[in-house]
């Protein structure tokens, strides 16, 4: 199936500011691309580009003072006409058998305190096997724990915060999962895009920006999203 994406953001800044864009598809879908999701700065900007080291394609620009810039693209990728499906393999790896450049998934962080969220961790899913529905119970809980509310959506609100206020945007439900999965020696890592509204019967949302996650389960990356709780 032939999925057209873009976008147009238009920013006012009051005096030259630095800034670094991460607005591309990533680079693990450079085969599926049949129009090249170029970026368009308007007006025409210098403009340096980069990979960062989760693969995620990066520009750097400065604003002109005092007038208005436009960021603009669009492209046609293929994706799969299904929703993606669990994999066959959902076990866990024991810590000592994880591939090194996993390891960097396990510890918490600003944003997923494992030390303020391990016992109520263990206390919940510690009699659940470690594995792919294990990681479901987690995005369960979380899905039913949390209220979604975009009114009270806030840029610096932790897992722990989300757990304590029960509500938040899909982000939080993101960072409260990825806290748990942790907190369960599963390594697990924060993704953002975009979620379509293809397929969806009427009357459905338009498609957003959104946040979900990954855990490393049968020795590979496998996707969760706990806000949606669906395909």
Request: charged share 20%; aromatic share 12%.
């Amino acid at each position: 199936m032939k999925l057209r994406v873009g976008y147009e953001m238009v920013y006012t800044c009051s005096r030259s500011t630095p800034m670094l864009l991460m607005l591309n598809t990533h680079s693990s879908y450079v085969n599926e691309i049949i129009v090249s999701d170029r970026l368009i700065v308007e007006p025409a900007l210098p403009l340096t580009k980069y990979y960062d080291s989760f693969g995620s394609l990066c520009s750097r620009l400065v604003t002109p003072p005092d007038g208005e810039l436009s960021l603009s693209t669009e492209a046609i990728i293929n994706v799969p006409d299904n929703p993606e499906r669990p994999r066959a393999d959902g076990s866990q790896s024991p810590v000592e058998a994880l591939p090194e450049e996993c390891l960097q998934f396990l510890p918490g962080s600003r944003y997923w305190e494992t030390d303020l969220l391990s016992d109520i961790a263990w206390n919940m899913f510690g009699a659940l096997k470690p594995d792919q529905p294990g990681v479901q119970a987690i995005c369960d809980y979380v899905h039913n724990h949390l209220r979604f509310d975009y009114q009270r959506a806030s840029s610096t609100r932790t897992a722990s915060g989300a757990y304590q206020e029960q509500f938040g945007v899909c982000r939080d439900y993101a960072h409260l999962a990825i806290a748990f999965c942790r907190a369960m020696h599963i390594p697990a890592r924060y993704c953002t895009g975009y979620i379509s509204d293809v397929g969806l019967p009427p009357p459905h949302a338009p498609m957003d920006f959104c946040e979900w996650f990954e855990a490393y389960l049968g020795g590979c990356w496998q996707t969760f999203d706990a806000r949606n709780n669906a395909p």
